[in-house]
Each structure stands twice: as C-alpha cells, then as structure tokens.
C-alpha cells in the first residue's frame, strides 16, 4: 500500500446529494461526472457512493487559481 492510501474500510463514502452540498451543484451535475469518468464511484444497489477524498482530490485539480501579472 502505498503512503497515502488509506485502507477501504477506512474511507468514507457519499451519496450523490452529499456531493451535490459539497460541490454546490446539483445532482444531475454529479451524475455526469460519475457517469463521464471525471469522478469515481461505486454502485450500491440502484445508487451511487463516491469517496470523499475522490471528491476533494476532484475540487483542488478543478481549482483555477488567478496569476499575478
């Protein structure tokens, strides 16, 4: 295992309306991210669980920073 993963049993995992309140967006915004491949999933049952860190590690490489001139 490499020095950043954490165990499976230890991560923690969101529904798609939970992402949807990190994110502010909505869900259908969170359903095409999983369903495009941007963010990863897991299927439970009809559902979708994404991990929590996929989530923050998605925001800090989708963050646009402003250079100074």
């Known amino acids: 295992m490499a020095?950043?993963?954490r165990?499976?049993?230890e991560a923690k995992f969101l529904t798609v309306a939970e992402v949807a309140a990190v994110m502010r967006v909505s869900k259908m915004?969170?359903?095409r991210l999983v369903h495009a491949g941007h963010l990863p999933a897991i299927r439970v049952g009809r559902s979708f669980r994404v991990p929590e860190q996929a989530v923050h590690e998605y925001l800090r490489q989708s963050?646009?920073?402003?250079?100074s001139a």
């Open 29 to 31: 915004t969170v359903y």
């Open 63 to 67: 963050f646009v920073g402003v250079e």
């Open 3 to 5: 020095a950043g993963e």
């Open 7 to 9: 165990l499976l049993s």
